[in-house]
Nanobody, 124 residues
């Protein structure tokens, strides 16, 4: 069983930055591919970024490419999402998720564990 806890959300003005963190329980963190998803009201869940267990492979949605950076620190069982140049379109609840394989995936149903989510609101 893996428990995930996100932190770092909040209210920021357009153009600003936020850094989300996801703390994971468990002793085999390096075996988990991790993803950051977001869901805005009335919209489908969207994969924003993903990272492999080793951290050597990453994926970014086109909408965030060049603005967001995903990274992980295995020794601390954490994954972070650095978000720069935020726009109101980035407003959503952000979730981190873990799959039980180290290879990253773009499919939400291949992630087994989910955090509770953290709200990110970007004002114009």
């Amino acid at each position: 069983q893996v428990q995930l806890a996100e932190s770092g959300g909040g209210l920021v003005q357009a153009g600003g930055s936020l850094r989300l963190s996801c703390a994971a329980s468990g002793r085999t963190f390096s075996r988990y591919g991790m993803g950051w998803f977001r869901q805005a009201p009335g919209k489908e869940r969207e994969l924003v970024a993903a990272i492999s267990g080793s951290g050597g492979s990453t994926y970014y949605a086109d909408s965030v490419k060049g603005r967001f950076t995903v990274s992980r620190v295995t020794a601390k069982n954490t994954v972070t999402l650095q978000m720069n140049s935020l726009t109101p379109e980035d407003t959503a609840v952000y979730y981190c998720a873990a799959r039980t394989q180290p290879i990253l995936t773009l499919r939400w149903y291949e992630y087994t564990y989910w955090g509770q989510g953290t709200q990110v609101t970007v004002s114009s």
